[in-house]
T-cell receptor, first 113, second 110 residues
Framework: NAGVMQNPRHLVRRRGQEARLRCSPM?????VYWYRQLPEEGLKFMVY????????ESGMPKERFSAEFPKEGPSILRIQQVVRGDSAAYFC???????????FGPGTRLTVT | GIQVEQSPPDLILQEGANSTLRCNFS?????LQWFHQNPWGQLINLFY???GTKQNGRLSATTVATERYSLLYISSSQTTDSGVYFC????????????FGQGTRLTINP
């Protein structure tokens, strides 16, 4: 059973460009979470999704950030018009049900130049 | 919201030593996870331990939910144990978003 997969692993964008980060949960997991780790900091919750639904986006910045988890395909975290402060590691996690262990992917390291 | 504090922030040990990392949380929780972030940045699940004690090889963890703390024990440390260790708890009972501590940076010297 493959673990949580994220791609790309590294992403470089210039200021003003768009970044798209993908996450494929573990097989049988329908709950997806995104977390962000700024340099030298702990992880902070961004958004929790189930198939076709955003359940909790209380950690998402109000502008430029959006997330989806379509019926088919991976979950996408989209950052429009990136700025240098968006440079961070973005982790995706998945779980099979609520109130269960979350399994993390390897992360996408976004660098904005 | 719930606060999670880890101690010590940094720990430097020689290979073969034992260590204890602590995680305190400010409110009742119904689950707790420990992670190891290796030097390449990957997050490795270590334990899912709402209460009691679990062991996996040289690592073990104990959570005392009534006293709001968890301990991670590493015995006979190896250089591959280096990295940052995080604990995380859900923000409120049954909620899905995890709150992470600031981590303990462990350095094992050969």
């Amino acid at each position: 059973n493959a673990g949580v997969m994220q791609n790309p692993r590294h992403l470089v964008r210039r200021r003003g460009q768009e970044a798209r980060l993908r996450c494929s949960p573990m097989k049988g997991h329908s709950h997806v979470y995104w977390y962000r780790q700024l340099p030298e900091e702990g992880l902070k919750f961004m958004v929790y999704l189930q198939k076709e639904n955003i359940i909790d986006e209380s950690g998402m910045p109000k502008e430029r950030f959006s997330a989806e988890f379509p019926k088919e395909g991976p979950s996408i975290l989209r950052i429009q018009q990136v700025v240098r402060g968006d440079s961070a590691a973005y982790f995706c996690a998945s779980s099979p049900t609520t109130d269960y262990e979350q399994y993390f992917g390897p992360g996408t390291r976004l660098t904005v130049t | 919201g719930i606060q999670v504090e880890q101690s010590p922030p940094d720990l430097i040990l020689q290979e073969g030593a034992n260590s204890t990392l602590r995680c305190n949380f400010s409110d009742s929780v119904n689950n707790l996870q420990w992670f190891h972030q290796n030097p390449w940045g990957q997050l490795i699940n270590l334990f899912y331990i709402p209460s009691g004690t679990k062991q996996n090889g040289r690592l073990s963890a104990t959570t005392v939910a009534t006293e709001r703390y968890s301990l991670l024990y590493i015995s006979s440390s190896q250089t591959t144990d280096s990295g940052v260790y995080f604990c995380a708890v859900p923000i409120i009972q049954g909620a899905q978003k995890l709150v992470f501590g600031q981590g303990t940076r462990l350095t094992i010297n050969p």
